[in-house]
């Protein structure tokens, strides 16, 4: 069974700064997406950004980029600029490419990241 | 911009009670599901379901539990008896296909009294 593993409970950035989150993933499949999601206090799921593992490239929004190396499992989150906005709880979440497996979200357990003034 | 409406924001009930949690997904998806969230922790999969069945259930979801789509719009969560460890914040999601974003519900906080 696949599992998602985020190892930093809590994370703090200064506005304007860059804070990276962690996350780290088991699978034995080959094709599958990973994404993070972002909760604010309202508790609204809100996607951030999205990673297609056949994709080599890093995916980037605006602000936010991932670090993907898909041989360590591992899909870390970057925010740069950070604004007292991006406060919130971060869950990475992993999602089987195969059909039979319904498309379901596997996520990890979240960071909460604040933003200081 | 389309979204995922869900019915109520908040429900009290008392233990035993049956509730209904309902969905109303984006209309032209085709994958659709529930997850739950206890306070303060991760966020859980109950069930996906796809072509008016369901595709696969988690652990958490027995025999308690039921999903609908009675009218080709409405998607919703049955608990038959709740129980005090049900009391969580219900999202439901909904997705075009297994390649896109999954679109998420403002959720539904249960407690269970």
């Known amino acids: 069974a696949q599992t998602v593993t985020q190892s930093q409970p809590e994370m703090s950035v200064q506005e304007a700064e860059t804070v990276t989150l962690s996350c780290t993933y088991d699978t034995s499949e080959s094709d599958y997406y990973l994404f993070w999601y972002k909760q604010p206090p309202s508790r609204q799921m809100i996607l951030v950004i999205r990673?297609?593992?056949?994709?080599?490239q890093n995916a980037t929004e605006n602000r936010f980029s991932v670090n993907f190396q898909k041989a360590a499992k591992s899909f870390s989150l970057k925010i740069s600029d950070s604004q007292l906005g991006d406060a919130a709880m971060y869950f990475c979440a992993y999602s089987s490419a195969l059909g039979n497996q319904g498309g379901k979200l596997i996520f990890g357990q979240g960071t909460e990241l604040s933003v200081k003034p | 911009e389309p979204e995922v409406t869900q019915t109520p924001s908040h429900q009290v009930t008392q233990m035993g009670q049956e509730v209904i949690l309902r969905c109303v997904p984006i209309?032209?998806?085709?994958?659709f599901y529930w997850y739950r969230q206890i306070l303060g922790q991760k966020v859980e999969f109950l069930v996906s379901?796809?072509?008016?069945?369901?595709?696969?259930k988690s652990e958490i979801f027995d025999d308690q539990f039921s999903v609908e789509r009675p009218d080709g719009s409405n998607f919703t969560l049955k608990i038959r008896s709740t129980k005090l460890e049900d009391s969580a914040m219900y999202f439901c999601?909904?997705?075009?296909?297994?390649?896109?974003?999954?679109?998420f519900g403002q959720g539904t906080r249960l407690t269970v009294v």
């Open positions: 999601a909904s997705r075009t296909g297994l390649n896109t974003e999954a679109f």
């Open positions: 209309s032209n998806h085709l994958y």
């Open positions: 990673q297609e593992a056949y994709k080599q």
């Open positions: 379901f796809y072509n008016n069945e369901i595709s696969e």
